[in-house]
């Protein structure tokens, strides 16, 4: 049927995959030759070598003409990035968008493998780094003066950057501490008070379920693994604790996780949150026809609706999550991303300056936030009057930023991320998501999570402690 | 004596004139299929490991495989989409193409165009389109049957979603079978027809014993490529996952999970073993089809 699409051919393989990987075997070999005739141009060899570089070399680095790839996909990030060049006329950077998280992932590692056509410097996001320092392909940034801006940055964002033996794999750019969006209408309207713990929240979604049944209090999307780790990461769970290269504990089934298990899966069986796949068009709609009442979002979560729900402006409001403990309130990250530099880099001081200015200078920093509208992973931001300040009309005034702000310093700084995220994503939605869109048990499909894990990770070489 | 060694030379030149016409087509064939082919077999036999690197395996993967629920379960579901959704296909093709050849449609040009754009739009749009019209809340089928309070046709759910993707590739694919059919049917002899017709033979019986066994070969070249198309099924499952999570799984047919186990696994040799093995299928599936064709045509 489809012989004739360019998608596939009558190749019994998937021909893009197996034709790229042919080439790429040839690719290799000549990389190979490569590396041995450069070899020690890369002073970040072994982790355990950091010795800075000198500021005479630094010096001499930025004043040597050189031209470095940037993969992002950060729109008008070419007005950051003008800040540098202007600051270092002799570095060129070449901005490319190779599309966002996943796809940019895929080529990357591709281009990796290969061993040529990756670029200097990647946006990768927080989870997505041990994915890549697994694999050796992340410049530890340590000997380029990385250390130095440990103090300007929230601590836990440093915290996600940092490698098991202390290297610094990115500089972090953008943050998502969790909080609650809500209509403050619809609240209004029905009597209910904004939830602080989620025993609050559960009876507000069965109050209000009830009251009218076309409305739901919230929508857990059974697609979105990363809400439910945030969700693990404010309850206190380590899911992923890895130590040393190989080992690695998995405990997405240990107390925490069932009670987390228990909670949502009795309300999305009881039918009183929804659970459809959000991000596509039916969900845009039911956010602008106030199907639910409640976004449990980022702090990337208020710009956005206001450019997604233009119908609902002026009722919103933001919250921070209901807690389990009210006495520590506490929140996790869902989004936000760094700058990385790649190993393979034949500059690795340009590449690695790029990439400490860019979100460390205080003007291009600045920039993301009234530009970009990133939500600032730097203290300074984070306590800045004009930006804690802003009181945007579609949150009836509300100093927005300021909520989330607050609930950046509540987010917890040891919270670790598996070295193979993709698999423990799609594994989670074909179980724990899979039960909460069927309405079937959610602590069983924890259990077979953990399962599915724990044999993926044996299978490729792990030792693997925990349940 | 010269004109021996004239033809002898000749013939040498015809001979190599050979070789050479099919040069072009053999050194794409060697270096697009078959080497590419030779590449992902030589992959199967490895196995690489985030922790302790690649490792030469032999026949493990596909011991593996063959003992793997996840890649049996979607070759099955594959096979049960290719049981119901073609023969209704290629009936539908075949269908439009005899009416549009009887000539007794009135704007039968307006006909065959409108049958066959759906083919001209790309299908990851006719999934995204479809999978638009599919929705449960704001789909028009779902506010249509609210509106006249009959019960919402869940065509995203489980039961429903291999009858739902069904539906798309045959809006998809029956404009273009119908076209393979229909040009076959013109190039039937007219002799044939006015010989019938003197026979006193109806348009009903011209269709059985005339237009039906002389399309026989360009339905199986419809079958054949069928039989690839339908194992090979990728975009449309692929696109409607994002909407359908929970009922699309990352296996859903064999293809999606040879996908998902390079790129989201990093299972690049096991990968390679899956898609081997699903190349292996689809070349038994297309011998068969064959077989059972050429047995009919000689009893």
Known sequence: MRTFSSTSTSLPVPSPMSRRLFLTATGALSLGAALTACGGGDSGGSSAATKPVSQADIDKAMKTPTELTFWTWVPNIDKEVALFEKKYPAIKIKVVNAGQGTPQYTKLRTALKAGSGAPDMVQIEYQAIPTFTITNSLLDLRPYGASALKGQFVDWTWGQVSGSDGEVWAIPQDTGPMGMLYRQDIFDKHGIDVPKTWDEFAAAARKLHKADPDVYLTNLAANQVAAWHGLLWQAGAKPYVTSGKSDISISVDDAVSRKLGEFWGGLAKEGVIGVEPDFTDAWYAALNKGKYATWITAAWGPVFLSGSAKATAGKWRAAPLPQWDTAKPSSGNWGGSTTAVIRSTKNPIAAAQFAQFLNSDPASAKMFATEQFFFPATKSLLTDADFVGDAPTFYGGQKVNQVFADISSTVNASFQWPPFLDQAATDWTETVGKSLADKTDTVRALGTWQTRLTTYAKNQGFTVKGS | ?299
């Open chain 2, 1 to 299: 004596m010269t004109t021996a060694t004239t033809t002898a030379r000749a013939r040498g030149r015809r001979r190599s004139a050979g070789p050479l016409f099919v040069a072009p087509f053999m050194v794409l064939f060697l270096l697009l299929f078959l080497a590419p082919l030779g590449y992902a077999g030589y992959l199967s036999l490895f196995q690489e490991r985030l922790i302790g690197g690649t490792a030469f395996v032999g026949f493990d993967n596909y011991v593996q495989a063959l003992g793997d629920s996840q890649f049996l379960h979607g070759v099955g579901r594959v096979a049960l989409f290719f049981v119901i959704q073609v023969p209704l296909m290629l009936l539908l093709a075949l269908l439009f193409a005899l009416a549009l050849d009887s000539g007794l449609l009135r704007l039968a040009r307006v006909i065959r165009l409108g049958i066959f754009v759906p083919y001209a739009v790309p299908s990851v749009v006719a999934t995204l389109m479809w999978g638009y019209l599919y929705g449960p809340d704001f789909g028009p089928f779902a506010q249509l049957s609210r509106k006249l309070s009959l019960p919402v046709p869940d065509f995203l759910s489980d039961s429903w979603m291999l009858g739902s993707l069904a539906n798309i590739v045959t809006w998809e694919f029956v404009g273009y079978n119908m076209i393979i059919l229909y040009a076959a049917l013109r190039t039937i002899p007219h002799e044939l027809y006015e010989a019938a017709s003197m026979d006193g033979a109806g348009a009903w019986r011209t269709a059985w014993s005339i237009k039906l066994p002389a399309l026989r070969p360009a339905i199986l070249l419809t079958l054949l490529f069928s039989v690839i198309g339908s194992f090979q099924l990728f975009n449309e499952p692929s696109l409607l996952m994002k909407i359908a999570p929970d009922v699309i799984s990352s296996s859903y047919t064999a293809n999606l999970y040879a996908y998902s186990l390079a790129f989201t696994g990093q299972q690049v040799n096991y990968a390679a073993t899956v898609s081997f093995l699903l190349g292996l299928v689809i070349v038994i599936a297309s011998y068969a089809v064959l077989l059972t064709a050429n047995r009919r045509r000689t009893p």
